[in-house]
């Protein structure tokens, strides 16, 4: 789907703007984060999914890829500009980019629960402090199961590359932040579009039973402005919104 060609230069770090409805600009529901990944089908597919959820993609490189313009526009790449994905020059530089900005710290701690909120005033060097609240790293080696675990709004769901995963600094480096999904006995590992796909349903479906999010009799997902301000009791709009 993406240019498998070999990757040309691209601007790391660049930031995501997410779609405007009715002048409302709604954070992402998810942020998803795929650190060094190899098929340029999967995040593609990856990319859709997101889109169609309203998640924020993050690549973290060396990408096995080409994400130019000139690359999504010849693979058809529709959406791609609706998605418009983070890059970022390393793991650490994702974090630099996204736990230590002020108005990143203001926006992650906004979607928090008081019992894991982060301190506004963090300095650039505890960001890995303030990621450790916020990340969820996926991996076959270790840690509960996806059903156990408390997803927030904004939280940060982390993948690796399709041949090895997340390499073992990251996952000890983040050792409390582990998942996995449950597979039957002797089952190796899904496939990381799929794998993508189902930690996004599932986190949502934890959003709509909670009343964070809504959905339409449409089927059509509802994120309220209020879903920016905290994580709590919902409310119902006039216009049928649901807000949190």
Not at 60 to 83: I, K, M, N, Q
Not at 92 to 108: K, M
Not at 194 to 212: D, N
Request: negative net charge.
């Amino acid at each position: 789907m993406i240019d498998g060609s070999a990757p040309e230069p691209a601007a790391a770090d660049s930031a995501a703007e997410p779609t405007q409805t009715n002048g409302f600009v709604p954070p992402p529901l998810l942020n998803v984060v795929l650190h060094e990944p190899e098929i340029p089908n999967n995040t593609g597919n990856i990319g859709r999914t997101c889109v169609a959820t309203h998640c924020a993609l993050h690549l973290v490189h060396p990408l096995g890829f080409d994400t130019s313009e000139r690359a999504c526009r010849r693979a058809g790449l529709d959406y791609w500009p609706r998605l418009s994905p983070s890059e970022h020059a390393s793991f650490d530089a994702y974090l630099s980019a996204c736990f230590s900005a002020p108005a990143a710290a203001t926006a992650l701690a906004a979607t928090t629960l008081a019992s894991r909120s982060i301190d506004l005033q963090t300095p650039p060097h505890a960001a890995v402090d303030s990621a450790s609240h916020r990340l969820w790293l996926f991996t076959t080696k270790r840690g509960p199961t996806i059903f156990d675990a408390p997803i927030l709004p904004g939280d940060h769901l982390v993948f690796g590359k399709e041949t090895r995963g997340l390499p073992e600094t990251l996952l000890n480096r983040f050792e409390h932040r582990c998942l996995r999904f449950p597979m039957a006995e002797g089952e190796r590992s899904l496939n990381l579009a799929t794998a993508v796909c189902a930690a996004i349903y599932q986190a949502l479906g934890r959003f709509a039973h909670h009343g964070w999010i809504g959905v339409s009799a449409e089927g059509r997902l509802r994120v309220g402005s209020g879903i920016g301000a905290e994580v709590g009791p919902h409310r119902q709009e006039p216009n049928g919104e649901l807000r949190i």
